[in-house]
């Protein structure tokens, strides 16, 4: 099977460029754990001290298995994608407690026996940004029937980013748009009401290339029938607005697979100069309105230059983090 995160440099970009999980997402999986601890234990009182197993499949580049490595006693990191776990292994900062196994997701328990560790002593499974690339029936019957009753699942992800203006973090009335999956966020702003709409044209542009139902994580997960299968359901939003560039910007796209595969089946066109990209649509775009295209030297605007200009056009980026905790 192809590994589709194994474009030249991808998982490089994709370990520097997709954004950290908000701390407070993490403490909120970690504390779903806990219930055998004191009421409101701290959850930096955790570090080190559950003794227990967390499985996260579809780790990827270890992005969330580094964050939640502190606090369990062993942690497995499953990935089908080699290029994605050598980047993993080689991270300067692995813990000693992580083991990293490129295996098939569906075969969870194969993967724990291989490590000789116990179903048993698996209270979380994870899956940050990768539960969409499964199938949804066959993996969670896996879970259910292989793992412990008690056993946590908490599929992770976060949607498509939204660009921002300032006048709109200032109106706290429309703070409650930042968990709509249908949300328009420029209105107030002509240019950024643009950069908003190129976005999401790109993003309509690129569905045909994903390997799954893109849609289904712009619902954040809410129209999966997880009560098929378990008894209890939370969902919480976590929306984060951090200050970004379009050189960053740039570099995400660059790591989705979808983007990298669209480039791969139109390279005659993009050859002939027929291709009309629509990030280099957007970037260009972006330099013209902020006066800055005249200092690019590229055409596609990937030149070590053009990386510099980009660098200097900052603005705030909304990312909608969200987790569902399921259990029996």
Not at 69 to 93: H, R, T
Not at 119 to 143: E, P
Not at 259 to 279: Q, S, V
Request: charge should be negative.
């Amino acid at each position: 099977m192809r590994d589709v995160f194994g474009f030249e440099n991808q998982s490089k970009l994709y370990n520097t460029f997709r954004p950290e999980y908000p701390k407070p997402l993490v403490d909120y999986v970690i504390l779903s754990v806990t219930s055998t601890h004191p009421p409101g234990l701290c959850v930096d009182a955790c570090k080190g001290a559950l003794d227990s197993c967390v499985v996260d499949v579809a780790c990827g580049t270890g992005l969330f298995t580094r964050q939640i490595a502190p606090y369990f006693d062993k942690v497995v990191g499953l990935d089908q994608s080699a290029a994605q776990l050598q980047l993993a292994i080689e991270c300067p900062d692995l813990y000693e407690n992580i083991s990293y196994l490129n295996y098939d997701a569906y075969d969870l328990t194969g993967a724990l026996d291989k490590l000789e560790i116990k179903s048993s002593d698996v209270t979380l499974v994870t899956i940050a940004q990768g539960f969409h690339w499964l199938d949804f029936d066959k993996f969670v019957s896996m879970l259910t029937e292989n793992l412990p009753s008690n056993t946590i699942f908490a599929p992770i992800g976060y949607s498509r980013p939204h660009v921002m203006n300032k006048e709109f973090l200032l109106d706290e009335s429309l703070k409650e748009c930042l968990c709509n999956p249908d949300i328009v966020l420029s209105e107030y702003d002509e240019k950024f009401t643009t950069y908003e709409k190129m976005i999401n044209s790109l993003f309509e542009f690129l569905l045909p290339y994903f390997d799954f139902n893109r849609r289904v994580l712009e619902k954040f997960y809410q129209d999966l029938p997880f009560e098929d299968y378990f008894e209890s359901r939370e969902f919480k939003m976590f929306p984060e607005i951090l200050e970004t560039d379009w050189y960053r910007f740039q570099q995400f796209i660059f790591s989705i697979s979808a983007y990298r595969i669209c480039l791969e089946k139109n390279e005659d066109e993009i050859a002939a100069g027929t291709f009309d990209d629509p990030l280099v649509k957007l970037l260009r775009f972006v330099l013209e309105t902020e006066g800055k295209l005249d200092l690019t030297n590229s055409s596609d605007f990937t030149s070590a230059e053009d990386a510099e200009v980009l660098k200097t056009i900052k603005f705030d980026i909304l990312w909608n983090f969200f987790v569902h905790i399921l259990s029996n």
